[in-house]
C-alpha cells in the first residue's frame, strides 16, 4: 500500500513538474516577458525542447510557443466564432467544398514567417448510412489571410451511435 502511495506522489509531482515555471529556462521567460509585456502567464507545457504558455492579456486568451533558447515559434489564438474571421477567409469557406460543413473549431496561428487561420470542420450531418453509423470527415483547413486554401489535413475517425 504504501508503495502504491509512493508511486503515485512520484508521478503527481513529475506532472506537476512540467507545468512549474522552475523548469522553464530564464531565456524563454525572458522572452515571453519581452514579447507579452502585459500578459499573465496561467501555467507552462513542456514537450521535448518546447515551451508552451497559456497565457492571457485581458480578455485576450492565447498559447506562446518557444524553443528551448528563446526563440518564439508561434502563437495560437482561439476564434470565438466564424463569423470572427477575416472577410476574406469567410468568403473562401463559403465557397469551398467545406461551405455546408459544421465548424467546429477556430484559430488564428501566428509565427515568425506570417498568419494563418485554422478551420476545424466535419461533415457529420451530410453522411450516414443505413446502420446508423456515422463515418465523419474531420479536416484541419489552413487559410492565408487573404482567403487562399494552402494546407489541409485529415483528422478522421469512425463515430458509432
Not at 508521478?11 to 502585459?38: D, R
Not at 450531418?125 to 483547413?141: K, T
Amino acid at each position: 500500500m504504501a508503495l502504491i502511495v509512493m508511486v503515485t506522489i512520484f508521478c503527481a509531482n513529475t506532472v506537476f513538474a512540467q507545468k512549474s515555471s522552475k523548469n522553464v529556462p530564464a531565456t524563454v521567460v525572458a522572452a515571453f516577458t519581452s514579447k507579452y509585456p502585459k500578459a499573465e502567464i496561467k501555467n507552462w507545457d513542456i514537450s521535448n525542447d518546447e515551451f508552451t504558455a497559456k497565457a492571457k492579456e485581458g480578455d485576450h486568451k492565447f498559447y506562446v510557443t518557444f524553443d528551448n533558447n528563446g526563440t518564439w515559434v508561434k502563437t495560437a489564438s482561439k476564434i470565438n466564432w466564424s463569423w470572427n474571421l477575416p472577410a476574406d477567409v469567410r468568403a473562401s469557406l463559403k465557397s469551398s467544398k467545406y461551405a455546408g460543413w459544421r465548424v467546429d473549431g477556430v484559430k488564428k496561428i501566428e509565427s515568425p514567417t506570417g498568419e494563418f487561420y485554422q478551420v476545424l470542420v466535419d461533415n457529420v450531418y451530410l453522411q450516414v448510412d443505413a446502420d446508423h453509423a456515422v463515418f465523419a470527415e474531420n479536416w484541419i483547413v489552413n487559410f492565408k489571410p487573404g482567403g487562399e486554401i494552402f494546407a489541409t489535413q485529415s483528422i478522421s475517425s469512425p463515430l458509432l451511435f
